[in-house]
């Protein structure tokens, strides 16, 4: 395969794909300075699984050399979109040697939905690698960087019943006092989404942590919770 082949593809239909009108409203959107070629996400999925077909990658190696190509060189947002698209092949799945990309995605992305689109690619390699990844994770939830904080508390997003409470408590905790916005934000979707597996665990973590969470972390994390 060549990796140069399958970026260029990737690179072409996208732009093929385009939509100027739509292109200026999803830069507006995003509040992004990169701008964007219109298309929508899924067909940006659409596109890089066609490619990826005709241009299978060989190894993880030329894989990750094809996602860094695409994500340092973008131009377009799309283009991100592709590599992080690209991250999702089986053969990466819970692989370490991902971790660096995911750590480089997270910390020059810098928005919630680039950050956001590696949390269950960081998810797969906790559940592979709990020995590697808890400490890492824990470390990251005290990060100077506000991303790489909320990837720490997104990260158990897809665990369900698998999902690290003590973990999940930590990270959390760690950032209970965080006025940013999309901290608060993450915290609630957590434990939203983990109450859909526990509702009486997540229950009694807002009610042990009432005063010290946000009011925006407390409405979003008991949205589902039976009354």
Request: charged fraction near 25%; proline fraction near 4%; charge should be neutral.
């Amino acid at each position: 395969m060549s990796t140069a082949a399958l970026v260029e593809s990737i690179r072409t239909r996208l732009r093929a794909a385009g939509d100027a009108e739509r292109a200026r409203g999803a830069q507006a959107y995003m509040k992004s300075e990169m701008p964007s070629h219109g298309v929508r996400v899924p067909e940006v999925r659409r596109i890089v699984s066609s490619v990826v077909k005709e241009f299978p990658p060989s190894s993880p190696e030329e894989l990750r050399t094809a996602v860094l190509t695409l994500w340092r060189e973008a131009v377009v947002r799309e283009e991100r979109y592709a590599a992080i698209d690209l991250t999702g092949l089986r053969m990466v799945k819970g692989d370490l040697g991902m971790l660096p990309i995911y750590e480089e995605i997270i910390r020059t992305g810098a928005w919630w939905d680039l950050v956001d689109g590696v949390s269950h690619r960081i998810c797969a390699l906790l559940l592979a690698h709990r020995d590697v990844m808890t400490p890492l994770l824990l470390r990251w939830a005290n990060d100077a960087d506000m991303w790489i904080r909320r990837a720490a508390i997104t990260a158990q997003l897809g665990a369900k019943s698998t999902t690290d409470t003590e973990l999940l408590a930590q990270v959390i905790t760690a950032n209970m006092a965080d006025n940013e916005f999309f901290i608060r934000k993450a915290i609630g979707w957590a434990l939203r989404e983990y109450s859909k597996t526990d509702p009486d665990w997540v229950r009694g973590f807002v009610e042990e942590n009432l005063v010290a969470l946000s009011p925006l972390s407390r409405r979003e994390a008991t949205r589902l919770l039976p009354a």
